[in-house]
């Protein structure tokens, strides 16, 4: 059922944490990768095969017991210290494109920063940071083709940093103000840009997930040499949705990559209570998927498991999944408060250790020589001076006018919802004192 079929010689001890549930308990494996499963080969197919298989019988009543020693492996490239274990794995990117990728994960902890503080200030509504998973978006993001589709879940704004979406335009969203795209129609951090192809985040649990797989269907039929990658976390994946899109996807043939950032809470749920099998990566030799586990905090690791990820999806016009283990170092959102179920002594365990950031600093500065502590506050200085700039300029711009609530439903606002609207401006202008409406722009009468 396992084997290494591809990159064979990328074989990493690393000591998972018993963290993320019972299958990893203490165990070390190289890197191995699922074989497609026989009842997936067409080249096995044959007609008495109804069910699948082949298959073969046995006459001993045997039942399968999931055992820790076959726990599925945890790729991994960077070592916590910053050091190559095995020199063969390092990509080798260019120093440019090291230093961008640095200064995005920078970037990204920067306003996270900001915009928490931001909203435990009541500026703003809602914020989710990522501290922690920064390698998991933009180690992702850079293994991609910018033309790939993707579908996130929330935890993701580093992909979208990735392809350019800019600071003011983070600031218009979560300010949900005039420039906003959605008009203020969507919860902050709820992003979405049809020129980057970032499907708009959706607030639900998993249903990006069987509209991923629908959409690497509809792109390997239309658009051959594309792929979709769809987010998603353990929690996620307990949704019915996920199965769905699994076994969709695989059926299909679609390009798709499910990415799983196991962040080791679902909330306030822990790996522990969200699954008793080997986690999420085990779900896909079920399906018929291949599937690989890798370090989510080693920049390295999510790079090469993507790139090639990417490479099958669209080669071989199948499916992968993908499972990042990581870990969230905030809350889950500034409405969580995850000392409730979490020690700070576990919190710091992680952030001192397995930090993502700090790990490809090291790498940078020990291994490549292209950075230093200087150059490190000098980015952090500035970062944090471009952000505070855009920061400020959404908190002044006016909210989008009351009128938008009832466009972009229909192609053209309906009758009804033109009365509605009438109906709305005459009670807001009847009890105006109630209604913050110095912050808004003007009714606009041509809806009416």
């Not at 790729?75 to 794995?89: A, C, D, F, R």
């Not at 579908?151 to 600031?171: H, K, N, P, S, T």
Request: proline letters at 5%.
């Amino acid at each position: 059922m396992w084997t290494k079929r591809v990159c064979s010689n990328l074989c990493h001890k690393i000591k998972p944490n018993n963290f993320f549930g019972k299958g990893l308990n203490g165990t070390n494996h190289g890197l191995y990768m699922p074989k497609q499963c026989l009842s997936m080969s067409t080249s096995l197919k044959k007609s008495e095969f109804v069910f699948g298989g082949p298959y073969k019988y046995i006459n001993n009543l045997e039942f399968l017991e999931p055992k820790v020693e076959d726990a599925i492996p945890i790729y991994q490239v960077l070592n916590p210290n910053g050091i190559v274990t095995n020199p063969s794995q390092d990509p080798q990117l260019p120093d440019d494109m090291m230093i961008k990728i640095y200064s995005t994960m920078v970037q990204q902890n920067q306003m996270d920063n900001v915009m928490y503080d931001a909203q435990r200030q009541g500026r703003v509504s809602f914020y989710m940071t990522n501290y922690g998973e920064e390698a998991t978006q933009i180690g992702s993001a850079a293994a991609l083709e910018d033309r790939d589709l993707v579908f996130g879940q929330y935890r993701e704004a580093g992909v979208l940093a990735w392809r350019g979406f800019r600071l003011d335009e983070f600031m218009d969203q979560c300010y949900a103000n005039k420039n906003d795209p959605a008009l203020g129609k969507q919860m902050p951090v709820h992003y979405g840009s049809k020129e980057l192809n970032f499907v708009t985040i959706s607030s639900p649990l998993a249903t990006q997930m069987p509209q991923a797989s629908g959409a690497a269907y509809a792109l390997k039929l239309s658009n051959p040499g594309t792929c979709v990658i769809c987010y998603f976390g353990e929690g996620a994946a307990s949704e019915g949705d996920a199965h769905a899109a699994f076994n969709f996807a695989a059926t299909l043939d679609a390009p798709c990559l499910f990415f799983c950032r196991n962040n080791g809470y679902a909330i306030s749920t822990p790996a522990t209570d969200q699954y008793r099998g080997d986690g999420i990566a085990a779900r896909g030799t079920g399906y018929g998927m291949l599937t690989i586990r890798m370090d989510g905090n080693d920049i390295f690791a999510v790079f090469n498991a993507v790139r090639k990820a990417r490479q099958i999806a669209v080669e071989e016009n199948r499916p992968v999944l993908i499972e990042a283990m990581t870990y969230r170092i905030g809350h889950h959102s500034t409405s969580d408060d995850s000392s409730t179920y979490r020690t700070p002594e576990e919190v710091a365990y992680w952030k001192n250790n397995y930090d993502p950031i700090e790990r490809l600093k090291k790498y940078l500065i020990n291994t490549r020589g292209i950075w230093s502590e200087e150059q490190n506050k000098e980015l952090i200085k500035g970062l944090r001076k471009e952000i505070l700039v855009e920061f400020a300029k959404a908190e002044k711009l006016l909210k989008p006018s009351p009128s938008v609530l009832f466009t972009d439903v229909y192609d053209e606002v309906t009758d009804h919802l033109k009365r509605q609207n009438i109906e709305m401006e005459n009670h807001v202008m009847a009890y105006k004192e109630h209604y913050p409406l110095e912050r808004h722009e003007p009714f606009d009468k041509s809806s009416s």
